[in-house]
Each structure stands twice: as C-alpha cells, then as structure tokens.
C-alpha cells in the first residue's frame, strides 16, 4: 500500500493549462461548453497529456456482507447479495446494461460475500465470509482491512494494464449504507442525523433504528478518526476497503476514477485521507439521494456532473457519466480551431468545416 501511495503524484496542471488554452481557440465563444471543458482539462492534468483518452473504460464492482444487516437496518435479506452476484455475472444487472452501453468491460471482484460462489467471470478474492456485526464486535482485523486495499489497487492495475483508460468503479453489499455512513460519522464527527438515509427504502422507524445502531456503534468501537485502516476494521465493509484501493491504484497509474453514489464516494474519502493528491484523479459522477453524499461531497468540495435522483450503487452513476468524459475527450481532438484571422480552418486536413 505504501508503494502504490508514494507512486501517486500531483496532477499535471501544465497539461492542463495547454488544454485550456487549445479549448480557448476552438469555433466556440470561450468557456461555452461550461463543465464539459472543466473535465476536459482534469482528463489532461491526469493523463499529462493536452489530448488525453477515456477509451475504453473499465467498470469493477466489488462485493462483499456486512455483518450489521442482521440488526434490520436494510430492507433486503443479506442473502440478495449472493443472488446479485450471480445477476451480475448473467449480464441481467443495471449495472451490466450500462457498462455495455458505454462500451466497459465488466469485473466482478468477491471480497467477502458470504457464500461460497462460484461462476464464469467471478474474480474470487474473498477474504472473508462478510464482516463482523460492528454493533458487537470490529468489523475486521486490520490485516483484513489492508488487504481489501490491497486488492483493489491489484484490481485497478490490472485493469489498466489490460487497456482501461478510465475506471467506472461500484460496489454491491447489503447493509453497506450502515457502514459508509458510520464511516462518513468518524471522518466528519458532530450529529449523524443527516447523514443516515432510507438505503434501499427502509420505513422511517428502520431508519431511526439505524441512526441509533451507528451511535452505539461508535460509540463501542471508537475507531481512531485519523487511521483509515483502523476505520475500516471497526466499522467499514471489505467492498469499501477494495474500493477505497482500486481508487489508489488508478491514482498511481495516472487513470480517471468515475466515482459513484454515496457508497462509493465514502471509498474515495478514505483513499484521500491516504493520500491527498488522489482528489484530482476523480471524477464525481452523480448525486444519490442518500443524503450523506451532499455532506461527503462538500468535506471534498466537489459537485457531481449529474442529479437523476439515483439510488442504486453498483457503479450505474459513474457508468451514466462516462459519455461526459468521451465527449471532452472528442471535443479537444475533433473540433475545428480559429486561425489568427478568426476564420475557422481545419484543425485536420481531412475534414471539411461547414
Ligand atoms: C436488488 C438490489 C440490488 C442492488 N444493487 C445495489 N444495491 C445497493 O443497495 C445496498 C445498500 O443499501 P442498504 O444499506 O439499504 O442495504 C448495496 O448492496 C448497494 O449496492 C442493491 C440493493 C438491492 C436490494
Ligand atoms: O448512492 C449509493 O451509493 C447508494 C444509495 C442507496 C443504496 N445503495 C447505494
């Protein structure tokens, strides 16, 4: 984990200014395609490169069960992890329909369900059969929570050393809203009420229950608030913790990381405790209506590109967003430049302008 951190470097800004500056001479009033050159300036800074590529993206979920859904703080039986992993593993997923429709190839990395699972695709790295009831006891060992990370930064490298120029990252885990948003309390401190949301539609009194199991929680765990590891084995789900890798491997390999809904965006928290410069390698994708990402996207000072009132995880926000960065992508390379005169020319002998 150290390794992949020291190879995490600041974003190159100098990239990004000759993107700005290439933007500014394209057949458009300066800064009219708003957001949309703000990416294609990030893509540069994190490529290094002022004509910098999104293609092909890759999407990995990662998969695991927590413990705490026993306390009935989800709407759904643990068992519906197992049965969305096959789902996803048979193509039949939302997440599977729209890594497809953006042209991803699809991971699915088993990090701690609890099942033996078996199946063509099933990147099998359980470690182990969900985590620990953290009303009762750590969620996991700190050995286990290191190694989440571990796997994730193996996972994101080898997506990228198979081709994947961007990642659309996502998680599955039955009473995994518990754990974020018991994790998002340690990192913010100060009442939880307005970080602890419905999940998957829980009632209003499931929902005050789980308020009331995170405050006991913590207050039995007492993870330090400074130690991502020790966060993670009090209260964190071993998909967080693979996620929270996967985003320090792109980092380390100078790869956008589409980030997803809330669970997601808890991950990449944790990876920019560990190290603060991997906050210019993401990208914010949507805002879920959980109502703990508005709270975690403004400790990090980001707005997501969309608001589609998305409540899913999975990746399918991130999956949603990736035609943005193909399409600053395009933008830089394929449209026409102002000459000196202010005539449009050719940015490419081929093509005619019209
Ligand atoms: C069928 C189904 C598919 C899902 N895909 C993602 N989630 C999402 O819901 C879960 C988190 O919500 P909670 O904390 O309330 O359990 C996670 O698995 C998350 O990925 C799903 C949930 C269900 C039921
Ligand atoms: O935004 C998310 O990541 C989310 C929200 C509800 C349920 N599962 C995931």
């Avoid at 703000?38 to 893509?43: G, M, R, T």
């Avoid at 928290?269 to 991997?278: D, I, M």
Wanted: hydrophobic share 45%.
């Amino acid at each position: 984990m150290k390794h992949t951190i020291n190879a995490i470097k600041p974003v190159n800004k100098e990239a990004g200014k000759r993107a700005q500056a290439h933007l500014n001479r394209l057949t458009k009033p300066p800064g009219s395609l708003g957001r949309l050159e703000e990416l294609a300036v990030k893509l540069a800074e994190i490529a290094g490169n002022p004509l910098p590529e999104a293609a092909p993206p890759a999407s990995i979920v990662f998969a695991a069960d927590h413990g705490i859904a026993t306390e009935g703080v989800s709407a759904y039986p643990q068992k519906v992890t197992e049965q969305m992993v096959y789902n996803f593993l048979n193509g039949g997923a939302a997440i599977n329909v729209l890594a497809k429709q953006a042209g991803a190839c699809f991971k699915l990395v088993d990090v701690g369900v609890a099942a033996d699972l078996e199946g063509t695709g099933l990147i099998d790295k359980k470690i182990r059969y969900g985590t620990g009831n953290f009303l009762k006891e750590k969620a996991m060992t700190r050995a286990e929570a290191e190694q989440a990370i571990l796997i994730g930064i193996e996972m994101a490298v080898e997506a990228i050393s198979q081709g994947a120029r961007s990642l659309i990252l996502g998680e599955m885990g039955i009473g995994n809203t518990t754990s974020a948003s018991a994790i998002l309390a340690v990192l913010r401190g100060g009442h939880i009420e307005h970080i602890v949301g419905h999940g998957t539609g829980i009632s209003p009194e499931k929902r005050l229950l789980k308020e009331k199991v995170i405050r006991q929680a913590l207050a039995a765990r007492k993870p330090d608030c400074e130690n991502v590891v020790d966060i993670l084995s009090a209260v964190g789900g071993l998909e967080i913790a693979g996620m929270t890798g996967a985003v320090l491997g792109a980092a380390s390999k100078q790869t956008p990381i589409i980030i997803d809904g809330f669970i997601c965006t808890i991950s990449a928290l944790l990876a920019v405790k560990l190290s603060p410069s991997v906050k210019d390698y993401l990208i914010f994708s949507h805002l879920s209506q959980e109502p703990g990402h508005k709270v975690a996207l403004k400790m990090l000072g980001e707005a997501p590109l969309l608001d589609l009132n998305l409540r899913l995880g999975e990746g399918t926000g991130a999956a949603l967003a990736y035609p943005l960065l193909e399409s600053a992508v395009r933008i830089l390379k394929d449209m026409a430049v102002f000459t000196d005169e202010g005539v449009p020319a050719l940015q490419n002998s081929e093509k005619t302008y019209n």
